[in-house]
């Protein structure tokens, strides 16, 4: 299922990154990874604010919805 679907305080394990190359790539930079836990922080204006790798990273729906967890 996407991680737009986690509720607020569920952590995760990222399975799989879909989309263009460069949209994988610079979620890679960001930490998105697979086998990486992320844990949802919080959802505010539709964006969701993420923790991964003691990082807080906040993306829009569009991204996040291209982690699959």
């Known amino acids: 299922m996407p991680l737009t679907m986690a ?8 399975r799989k990154i879909t989309g263009k190359d ?6 890679a930079e960001l ?3 697979t086998d990486a ?3 949802v922080v919080s959802e505010m204006a539709g964006s969701l604010i993420l ?7 906040a993306l ?3 991204m996040a919805n291209r982690i699959l967890i």
């Open 51 to 57: 923790q991964i790798k003691g990082s807080r990273v």
């Open 60 to 62: 829009d729906r569009t």
């Open 22 to 27: 460069e949209t994988r790539q610079r979620l």
């Open 31 to 33: 930490g998105f990874v």
């Open 37 to 39: 836990a992320v844990t």
């Open 7 to 14: 509720k607020p305080g569920d952590t995760a394990i990222i």
